[in-house]
């Protein structure tokens, strides 16, 4: 949990392949669990957040899709406790063109 800014970024760059300037939250854990960092592009700068628990780990999901994305929900529910890897959300109506 050392890395700052521009290291959390070019890791996005080169591990996940994905735009650290997209606008994606990127999460990263530490490998005791109890530290999580969040890292986004807000605008005109990036932004890290930084979290450390004082007992207790942030279960960390291991049902992941192949692209390893969390929506809204599945994020919120991780940052307040809640072990997402046994979550099943009900069927709702989606648009055929429209992403989650």
Known sequence: MRRSFDRLAVMVRDII??????????VFRSRRGDRIKLLYWDRDGFALWYKRLEKGLFSWPTNISTTNQLDHRELSMMLEGVDISNIRFKRRFRLKNMQS
């Open 17 to 26: 392949h994905a735009d650290p300037l997209s606008g994606h939250v990127f």
